[in-house]
C-alpha cells in the first residue's frame, strides 16, 4: 500500500469488482482508460493476476 498527504492506494482485490467495472465503464464514456488492460473477454479473476 502507498500513501501520499493521507491518500492510500491498494491493490485491486475480488470484492472491488462491481465497483471497479462500474467506475472504467462509466470513465471509458468519456475517453478515460480506468482499469488499465482490461478487456471485456477478461474474468475478474484473470485481470487481477495480470496485474
Excluded at 488492460?37 to 495480470?50: E, H, I, M, N, P
Amino acid at each position: 500500500m502507498t500513501s501520499v498527504n493521507g491518500l492510500r492506494l491498494r491493490a485491486l482485490d475480488a470484492a472491488d469488482e462491481k465497483q471497479a467495472l462500474l467506475s472504467h465503464e462509466e470513465l471509458e464514456r468519456e475517453d478515460f482508460t480506468f482499469l488499465l488492460g482490461f478487456q471485456q473477454a477478461d474474468s475478474w479473476t484473470d485481470y487481477l493476476v495480470r496485474l
